[in-house]
């Protein structure tokens, strides 16, 4: 077997031509291979060339403390023309670019994307799945376009064997820019020192079935045979090229040092979860955690879903689930910030498309998500607003398919003065210091992330749970079925929602009133 060209960053810069679609891989701020596209970037700015190019991802890549990474290596108008992703949040300058109608964008289910890459591989059709029908990516409601100037289909509504499916159409892949750790000098890359093996291997093979080119950002070379094979993701026989990035870059997420427990080399003692003072945010965390079952397989999204970790140490039923994560990890603790996807302490660290084909099959308990704009039938948008592109990420993958899904978050949004309480907490109730000015359950949501439809017809248990009140999907919609004590129904609730939705009065005339240990500064004994 040859040995692999190294080369310099510069080198690889040129082996992209103009109108190629390229791939890269990462996991928000994890696994980037940022010495490549720091590359690419220098090469077009002082060049123009490449140009023309077609961006694909899955993960959205970058960290917003490291402005212009990631992803937006590439946000300079004329270097691409089309970009497909799955989120969009942490690359705003790409995001601008399609907001003002400057390139061709597309936003697709993560976990999608992570399943195209496979059958890009295998030369099939596309992907045929469920996943997204009835929400932004259903050509019913788009198709994924997020802007005027995006006109190609790359999503059809299909029917096989009576039953409705998406096919998400494949496409060639010319070039593949990887993140790995070692490799040899035949070219066979491991991960180990990454947060994961993430899609690099699924990647890999759909570029080189392409007849495209395979580069590799690593470490270090080393000699060949030295490696043990387990740890070999990116075999040399798909890979064309190898860069050693440097130091900076390589680190395992962007701006963070090597980690051995998120790359599961050893296990740390893990101080106690710290408790979280008592506010609305805990408050929501609180009442999500009664939704727990024993014994669940569990993802929690970023934010304040993130907080129902905290809630379950206080009180003792940690060992009572297992946490997920969508880049692969199992069990152990979520890491937040430029770590999201990576996990303390993991059980098992799998493939980003094999923890989705586990997540798009049902396999998750239940999950709870951050709740931004809900409409009367359920719906729900966290993927566009107005100036503001995030994109879906997983979002679609899991709620959809999750045996049961919870929506976190504060029932208005933008108080006037940030500087003063919201809330005023204890003796098992709460009153409203500051309304908001933004409402959340209004008449109609920008972008359909979540499809309230789809659910009914699948049967789906959803609740959307805020501070002051909790609300549950039904066939007749949103329902209001708990009120916080304290809470007055026609001024702090239904005068703040663009919609009237329909109660569950209990037998006596009234509405079940939220367990009032929520409100209360002490443990509410849920072990």
């Known amino acids: 077997m040859k040995k692999v060209k190294i080369l310099t960053p510069e080198e690889a810069a040129l082996l992209v031509n103009d109108g190629d679609t390229i791939a890269t891989g990462g996991f928000v701020s994890c696994a980037c291979p940022e010495t490549l596209s720091k590359a690419l970037e220098k ?29 937006d290596h590439f946000a300079h108008e004329g ?27 597309y936003n697709l289910p993560q ?69 790995g750790s070692y490799c040899d000098e035949r070219g066979n890359c491991t991960v180990h020192r990454e947060v994961g093996p993430m899609d690099v291997t699924a990647m890999a093979q759909a570029c080189k079935n392409s007849g495209g080119k395979v580069i590799v950002q690593v470490e270090k070379i080393v000699a ?86 905290n809630v379950a140490a206080e009180e003792g039923i940690s060992d009572k689930m297992t946490l997920t994560v969508e880049a692969g990890p199992i069990g152990g603790i979520p890491l937040a910030g430029p770590q999201f996807g990576a996990a303390a302490n993991a059980e098992a660290i799998l493939e980003h498309n094999v923890q989705f084909d586990f997540y798009q099959g049902g396999g998750l308990d239940v999950a709870f998500l951050g709740l ?14 107005g100036t503001r592109l995030a994109g879906s990420g997983g979002f679609v993958d899991i709620t959809q398919n999750a045996k049961k899904v919870c929506y976190c978050g504060t029932f208005t949004a933008k108080v006037p003065d940030r500087t ?22 209004v008449k109609e949501v920008e972008h359909i992330t979540f499809s309230g439809v789809y ?57 079940k009133l939220m367990d009032e240990r929520i409100f209360r500064d002490e443990p509410m004994g849920l072990e």
Request: proline fraction near 6%; charge should be negative.
């Open 79 to 105: 270097m691409v023309k089309r970009v497909v992703g799955g989120h969009w949040d942490r690359a705003p300058g790409l995001g601008k670019l399609a907001l003002e109608n400057k390139i061709e964008a």
């Open 111 to 179: 976990g999608v994307i992570t399943h195209m890459y496979r059958d890009i591989a295998a030369h099939n059709i596309g992907t045929i799945t469920h996943v997204g029908l009835y929400t932004f990516a259903d050509p019913r409601n788009g198709g994924g376009k997020l802007n005027e100037v995006t006109k190609e289909d790359l999503v059809k509504l299909i029917e096989i064997e009576g039953e409705e499916r998406l096919l998400y159409k494949g496409f060639p892949i010319n070039v593949v820019f990887l993140r």
């Open 224 to 309: 060949a045979g030295s490696l043990d094979p387990k740890l070999v993701k990116i075999p040399g026989i798909y890979v064309d090229a190898v860069v050693v990035g440097t130091d900076e870059d390589n680190m395992q997420c962007i701006g963070v040092p090597y980690d051995g427990a998120a790359a599961g080399e050893y296990t740390i003692p893990l101080d106690a979860i710290p408790s979280i003072p008592l506010n609305e945010r805990k408050v929501i965390a609180r009442r999500a955690a009664m939704e727990l079952p024993n014994d669940a397989i569990v993802n929690l999204g970023t934010g304040m879903p993130e907080m129902i970790a």
């Open 372 to 385: 931004a704009e809900t409409a009367p039938n359920g719906d729900l948008n966290v993927s566009k607003f």
């Open 420 to 441: 003063k309480p919201k809330f005023k907490i204890g003796d098992g109730q709460i009153k409203v210091l500051q309304e908001g000015t933004k409402k959340k359950f």
């Open 455 to 511: 659910a009914n017809k699948v049967k789906q248990p959803v609740l959307y749970i805020t501070e002051r009140a909790v609300f549950e999907l039904r066939p007749e919609g949103v329902t209001l079925i708990e009120i916080a004590p304290g809470i007055d129904l026609k001024t702090e609730i239904l005068d703040q929602m663009e919609f009237e939705p329909a109660i569950a009065y209990q037998e006596d005339g009234t509405i």
């Open 43 to 71: 090469r077009y700015v002082e060049t123009g060339h490449p140009k023309d190019m077609t961006l694909f991802y899955a993960a959205g890549q970058g960290y917003r403390g490291t402005p212009g990474s990631g992803g």
